[in-house]
T-cell receptor
Framework: DQQVKQNSPSLSVQEGRISILNCDYT??????FLWYKKYPAEGPTFLIS?????DKNEDGRFTVFLNKSAKHLSLHIVPSQPGDSAVYFC?????????FGTGTRLQVFP | GAGVSQSPRYKVAKRGQDVALRCDPI?????LFWYQQALGQGPEFLTY????????KSGLPSDRFFAERPEGSVSTLKIQRTQQEDSAVYLC??????????????FGPGTRLTVL
């Protein structure tokens, strides 16, 4: 039973355009969400987070939106750069652990 | 400063062998986590330490898996009598404080375990 879902396994975006990565969750008790980025042979690197008391959090080119009623969050990257090419994981904090989605592979092409 | 380090980075074991995976968290970090990441999946929680206390081991898949953090710093994940289904990347993460809603878990590079 997947509590955090990333339904798009891959996404391809042209450099300079917006990348939108989506994530859905099933447990309404989750109150803190994070996005991690992962390059091959490296561990996940923290990108940005959002608390359930907010609906938006912005950090430079990265913005996370949270829609609690829809149990949906999204990560926007504007403008996308080739160095953004990686696997992106959405995660929800549940007491003492993070529950991850299966990831979306983003490819940014010139 | 130094991040989370893990060793070895790669481990090949024959089925039935015991393995030990090491994690060095960021210095001074109170919390330490182990996750297992199978191919094509997201990391899945195994266990959590706050200092030397193992507060949650609900994610350990069987009694062949054992983790310790005896002095509240370095941690070791041990897998006894390895099976092919244990093949995965094992990730360690540390966090500055205990579990709060605003702290971030910082991950190491992982140990890729292959069981033949």
């Amino acid at each position: 039973d997947q509590q955090v879902k990333q339904n798009s396994p891959s996404l391809s975006v042209q450099e300079g355009r917006i990348s939108i990565l989506n994530c859905d969750y099933t447990n309404s008790m989750f109150d803190y969400f994070l996005w991690y980025k992962k390059y091959p042979a490296e561990g996940p690197t923290f990108l940005i987070s959002i608390s359930s008391i907010k609906d938006k959090n912005e950090d430079g080119r990265f913005t996370v939106f949270l829609n609690k009623s829809a149990k949906h969050l999204s990560l926007h990257i504007v403008p996308s750069q080739p160095g953004d090419s990686a696997v992106y994981f959405c995660a929800a904090q549940n007491t003492d652990k993070l529950i991850f989605g299966t990831g979306t592979r983003l490819q940014v092409f010139p | 400063g130094a991040g989370v380090s893990q060793s070895p980075r790669y481990k090949v074991a024959k089925r039935g062998q015991d393995v030990a995976l090491r994690c060095d968290p960021i210095s001074g970090h109170v919390s330490l986590f182990w996750y297992q990441q199978a191919l094509g999946q997201g990391p899945e929680f195994l266990t959590y330490f706050q200092n030397e206390a193992q507060l949650d081991k609900s994610g350990l898949p069987s009694d062949r898996f054992f983790a310790e953090r005896p002095e509240g710093s370095v941690s070791t994940l041990k897998i006894q009598r390895t099976q092919q289904e244990d093949s995965a990347v094992y990730l360690c993460a540390s966090m500055e404080r205990g579990m709060t809603s605003t702290d971030t878990q910082y991950f190491g590079p992982g140990t890729r375990l292959t069981v033949l």
